[in-house]
């Protein structure tokens, strides 16, 4: 039976994560709010979620500035539209440390209704138990302690082979302890990557004491690749270390890791013996992103979602220069709009891919329209549906460079 902090725990990252198939199969709320089993897990647990969301909707005559409106719409924006916490803070007019405070007190109420809503028993936490919860904000869960990171804008790129020789020396005594030799091979001309250097030391000490026990009185290497938006860390085990399932210890070590490397927007990979981890970062060096749409305040939005990533955004309200600015910005990916009053974005679409300039670059559809069959055979490489959320845009976006990459070469410098 689940804790009341593990249910709250489950709750903040399945929302976090709403737009995210693979990550909401996978959700232990999947199992509590009974839809496991089903060949639609991601929708129905999905659909759980903003039905309970939508169910904190204060009455119409509810006054605009009593506390339910706040819940509603924090949980709204934060979530349901994936709205960054600082643009989120923004429109409630509230510090970012005031918005943490709030966004506690919000998923605990829609954890209350939930629990009602389903009828859930919950086993009472060991901080509830011993008396030293007391309240919303009181024993911070995992998510809490992360939060700062999910806010923290990336303002310079961080160089991976350092903090790859920090993590190394940190841990070197694990390494003594169990027998093991840690090699790395890296480059000075790696380029920076767009991750807090707290986060990517964190998850290069998860893996690394994943591969040293998986390694035992063996050894460890790993090895630093250029790809052409991002770096590949590839973490390998050559011993006679432990074998068979994960452990409990090195699941939680590496449920963290994901955890962490989600909020750097990169990839991270493991084998079934635990021997074989590949971490993909993305690069600093900022991705020209073109967006061709008429309405400034989707512009707006959209410049919000991108900020302290890796992509730079160019907006575009006027389709009829559109191409000719695609033609001399090049950029790395093109999103555009269909509802436009001069010219409508199948128009500027068939314009862009029959260019000779332009033909090359993906686009990415981006309308209320449901016409992602039609954008498809009219050329377009990717589709979202608006009202966009942050996650599901910057997805779109990742998918299309990662699909623009080449295969992975090593780096100059660099040997197995």
Aim: aromatic share 4%; with cysteine.
């Amino acid at each position: 039976m689940q804790s009341e902090d593990e249910f709250l725990d489950h709750l903040r990252d399945a929302l976090t994560h709403l737009h995210d198939p693979d990550r909401l199969r996978r959700s232990p709320l999947a199992s509590v709010l009974g839809v496991t089993g089903r060949t639609d897990v991601y929708a129905a647990l999905q659909r759980a979620l903003t039905q309970a969301i939508e169910a904190l909707e204060p009455a119409p005559d509810t006054p605009p500035q009593a506390r339910a409106w706040r819940i509603y719409d924090l949980l709204t924006c934060r979530y349901v539209q994936q709205l960054s916490g600082p643009v989120v803070a923004d429109q409630l007019g509230i510090s970012l440390r005031h918005l943490r405070r709030e966004q506690h007190a919000a998923l605990e109420a829609l954890a209350y209704h939930l629990k009602d809503e389903f009828g859930l028993t919950m086993a009472e936490s060991d901080s509830r138990r011993s008396g030293t919860a007391v309240g919303p904000g009181d024993g911070p869960s995992v998510s809490d302690e992360l939060a700062w990171l999910e806010n923290a804008a990336v303002d310079e790129p961080t160089d991976v082979a350092e903090a790859l020789e920090s993590a190394i020396q940190l841990a070197q005594p694990l390494a003594r302890q169990q027998g093991v030799r840690v090699r790395s091979a890296a480059t000075a001309r790696l380029p920076g990557v767009a991750a807090h250097p707290v986060a990517l030391r964190q998850i290069l000490l998860g893996v690394l004491s994943l591969a040293i026990g998986r390694a035992g009185r063996g050894h460890v290497s790993v090895v630093l690749r250029e790809e052409r938006w991002n770096v590949r860390v590839e973490v390998s085990a050559d011993g006679e270390g432990l074998d068979g399932p994960l452990s409990d210890d090195e699941r939680a070590t590496l449920d963290m890791s994901y955890r962490l490397i989600d909020l750097c927007r990169g990839a991270l990979t493991v084998s079934s013996d635990g021997r074989e981890v590949t971490l993909s970062l993305p690069s600093y060096e900022q991705l020209p992103v073109m967006v061709i749409d008429d309405n400034a305040d989707t512009l707006k939005l959209l410049k919000h979602f991108v900020s302290g990533t890796r992509y730079r955004m160019i907006g575009a309200q006027n389709p009829d220069e559109a191409v000719a600015l695609a033609e001399t910005l090049q950029p790395e990916v093109i999103v555009l709009d269909v509802m436009m009053p001069q010219m409508d974005g199948w128009q500027v679409l068939g314009l862009l891919k029959q260019h000779p300039k332009t033909g090359h670059i993906p686009v990415v559809v981006c309308t209320v329209l449901a016409q992602e069959a039609l954008a498809a055979s009219l050329g377009a490489s990717g589709f979202v549906r608006k009202p966009v959320t942050q996650e599901a845009f910057l997805s779109a976006l990742d998918r299309q460079v990662a699909r623009t990459a080449p295969e992975c070469e090593p780096a100059p410098g660099c040997s197995g």
